[in-house]
């Protein structure tokens, strides 16, 4: 520990020396300033840390293995991290939170199935896309909706559930709720949305394909509508302006290029 501790404290000598230095000269251009503040920050073993602002309850993108969060975004997250240097950290909030935290720079990247959208652009940039996702309807067996255009036809007077800023949240807005073709119901989780359902409060959730999936693998009498309400591109956020979006992309481009990307969605995700 005093080794390292001794080691931090010389390189950063070193960057104040090499500072002054060029200060007393006119100053140095800010690249090489930065690869100078690199070279020290790499002597001294530390890492740049990477924080993705995440809601963990989107499997198999973001969801809880024990303490850790685990899923298809967070193993890109790592791979992205790794290949640009950085310590990942991963912070779990709610859904509605994740934009705001990275376009106040409390974040650095924001992934959570995010689908980009012209309101979401309005406050953050967004990546490439990664992957594609799925807007399907989840209801009980047996219930009285089995067809998804039922939701949108004149007379509908259904119950829908949500998670609040969500995809889902968008298209039922303003496909029933303002269309007056139903009342729309919002959660913070999409576990607490599955228990208004399986509790009769809402008729269906709009949501995406493969956490609806996941709960209908593990919880009793859910189903899946069989006709997809949506499909949609999922990316990554930054803020707006943000230095690390051009480096994500160029990351992003190389992990599809190497097969890593679809690597990670073929460990959770099986083709059907």
């Not at 020396?17 to 100053?27: K, N, S, Y």
């Not at 909030?93 to 012209?118: H, Q, R």
């Not at 067996?141 to 949108?152: P, R, S």
Request: a negative charge; charged letters at 25%.
């Amino acid at each position: 520990m005093m080794k390292k501790q001794l080691k931090s404290i010389f390189a950063g000598a070193m960057v104040l020396t090499m500072a002054a230095a060029l200060a007393g000269c006119g100053g140095a251009p800010a690249e090489e300033q930065n690869k100078e503040d690199a070279a020290a920050t790499e002597e001294s073993g530390e890492k740049d840390t990477l924080i993705m602002a995440t809601s963990a309850d989107f499997p198999p993108y973001e969801f809880y293995d024990g303490q850790d969060i685990v899923g298809i975004d967070a193993e890109v997250a790592q791979a992205i991290a790794d290949k640009l240097g950085y310590e990942l950290e991963i912070e779990d909030m709610s859904f509605d939170s994740i934009i705001p935290s990275v376009a106040s720079g409390k974040a650095d990247i924001a992934m959570a199935g995010l689908t980009v959208n012209e309101e979401r652009k309005k406050s953050v940039d967004f990546t490439d896309s990664y992957a594609t996702g799925v807007q399907v309807v989840l209801t009980k067996e047996g219930a009285k909706l089995t067809d998804v255009a039922a939701l949108t036809k004149e007379g509908a007077n259904h119950t829908v559930g949500v998670q609040t800023a969500s995809v889902g949240d968008v298209l039922a807005t303003g496909d029933i709720e303002e269309a007056g073709l139903g009342t729309v119901e919002r959660y913070t989780k999409y576990g607490d949305a599955v228990n208004a359902l399986l509790a009769d409060k809402v008729d269906c959730i709009i949501m995406d394909k493969e956490p609806a999936k996941s709960f209908v693998n593990t919880t009793e009498g859910l189903k899946v509508l069989d006709t997809d309400y949506t499909n949609e591109d999922y990316a990554i956020g930054l803020a707006k302006g943000s230095e690390l979006t051009e480096k994500v992309n160029t990351a992003l481009k190389e992990l599809k290029e190497d097969g890593t990307i679809q690597s990670i969605v073929d460990k959770y995700i099986t083709a059907e």
